[in-house]
């Protein structure tokens, strides 16, 4: 599964003028509303359900809020880059700018785990959130978000 697979150049949101993880989640649920054409309090709300269980800021600056919605029928990702830094109550207690959302049907299942963690395997790629964090044109953070990255690792 390819990150493709899960954001489309329309869920990719090149500045988002927000000042709190409430106010995120809001708007990044209002665009996710639009994309997968579910109600956008249905995705608010799982979104703050996830949140409340613990923080999605993972560190360094990057928080990957991610729920399950029973009337959808696909995985769905996006991806949002911060004007400026909010608090999101992250691991490392460092303020985030890049927010990548997962919405991911009731049954998803091992799908949901897989996409989560090629999500935070992006995310943890040096090279591509330094250009994430550079770029405020939408279709080139699309372009960093999928294209493939050359790996090391074994």
Same mark, same amino acid.
């Given at each position: 599964?390819?990150?493709?697979? +899960?954001?489309?150049? /329309?869920?990719?949101?090149?500045?988002?003028?927000?000042?709190?993880?409430?106010?995120?989640? /809001?708007?990044?649920?209002?665009?996710?509303?639009?994309?997968?054409?579910?109600?956008?309090?249905?995705?608010?709300?799982? #979104?703050?359900?996830?949140?409340?269980?613990g923080s999605t800021g993972v560190g360094n600056g990057i928080a990957i809020p991610h729920g399950k919605l029973v009337a959808?029928?696909?995985?769905?990702?996006?991806? =949002?880059?911060?004007?400026?830094?909010?608090?999101?109550?992250?691991?490392?207690? /460092?303020?985030?700018?890049?927010?990548?959302? #997962? #919405?991911?049907?009731?049954?998803?299942?091992?799908?949901?785990?897989?996409?989560?963690?090629?999500?935070?395997?992006?995310?943890?790629?040096?090279?591509?959130?330094?250009? +994430?964090r550079a770029s405020d044109d939408a279709s080139a953070l699309y372009t960093l978000l999928t294209q493939q990255v050359a790996?090391?690792? =074994?």
């Amino acid at each position: 599964m390819d990150l493709s697979d +899960l954001i489309s150049p /329309q869920a990719v949101v090149p500045s988002l003028k927000v000042n709190s993880k409430k106010q995120a989640l /809001q708007e990044l649920a209002a665009k996710a509303a639009t994309v997968t054409g579910l109600p956008e309090r249905d995705i608010f709300d799982t #979104l703050l359900q996830r949140e409340r269980l613990g923080s999605t800021g993972v560190g360094n600056g990057i928080a990957i809020p991610h729920g399950k919605l029973v009337a959808l029928d696909r995985l769905v990702g996006l991806f =949002a880059r911060l004007d400026r830094p909010i608090d999101f109550d992250a691991l490392d207690d /460092q303020p985030v700018d890049l927010v990548f959302v #997962l #919405l991911a049907p009731e049954g998803a299942g091992a799908d949901h785990l897989k996409a989560l963690a090629r999500i935070a395997r992006r995310m943890r790629d040096a090279g591509t959130v330094a250009k +994430l964090r550079a770029s405020d044109d939408a279709s080139a953070l699309y372009t960093l978000l999928t294209q493939q990255v050359a790996s090391n690792a =074994a």
